[in-house]
């Protein structure tokens, strides 16, 4: 009865952890009908592949990834999870597979060893890459997707044997001591160039998933000549009560292949401007900053006495300590993007 019990906690606390992951905000929407940069979601990470050897997310560059988070005694969720990529997967052509990787990160690196992991996804088909590495690794992962995971308990009994297991572990017991997790059940899809393109989860209609997967595929960033605007570590400094302006701090950076210009900035929090300081015979000079212009690769970098976003007028039951802020970056070819930044203590 307690392991019934922990299965309706674990679809629950999943449902709740797709919710939450969906939710992600920092999705930067183009004026096409492209596929936008998520930012904020994801980034190069490290971990062990099933021969046990270091890879990194940069390995796959120049090709689309569909990331997953999951462990091997899930037994439901993580099981058709695999079998709905499995569907996906088996849609694409020969040619489209080449270009397409499938990785399943465990969040449970202590039972799931490389070779352990690598027999389990590669049940659903051998082109599938199981991720494990350390439990710092596997963390870091996790919190640069905004995923999140929760141990429902450290001393369950698995049994091994007489049980649907898609890969029973090499024991001598009938049974083995392990853990069960919740974990949000987000699919990620990455790009070429490694960034967050989409959010999907198994209920995502497979015709739909799919299209998104050769749009990925298929996008020839020569062609497209675009534009593509993402934000890191953006920042609003937490003003004294009484203070009417403050300083947004942080890097604004243009990945695609084409320039574009930043032609308005806006904010709830109050009017916001490209300022820049200047140092001249002595004396600190801040001047208002037009239309700035972001060459391809290039990055405008947001910080004290240089550039920065200054807000004035600002609304201080919105720019308060642990809150955020929306700020709105319109560019001449990526459009109005939109943007969630926190207030932080400088």
Known sequence: MLINNQNIMIKTALFLGFIFSSSLSNIAFANDTTLPIISGVGGNFTALNGKGEAVALTDYKGKVVVLAFGYTNC????????????????????????????????????????????????????????LSGTQEQIDKIVSLYQAEYHTLSDNAEIETKDIRRVTPRKTNDDKEKASLFSHSVTLYLIGKKGHTRSLEYTGTAKDEFITKIRSLINENTLANNKAEIITEQLRVILPPSVANSTSIYGIIKNTGNAPDTLINISSNAGMVMLHKTDIKQGMAQMNHVGEFVLDAGQSLLLKPMSYHLMIMNIDHQIIKKDAEITLFLEFKKAGKLKFKVPVVEK
């Open 75 to 130: 037994a439901d969720i993580c099981p058709f999870t695999l079998g709905y990529l499995k569907q996906l997967y088996n849609e694409l052509s020969p040619e489209e597979q080449k270009e397409t990787r499938i990785i399943f990160v465990t969040i449970d690196p202590k039972y799931d060893t490389p070779e352990h992991l690598n027999a389990f996804v590669t049940f659903f088909n051998k082109d599938f890459i199981g």
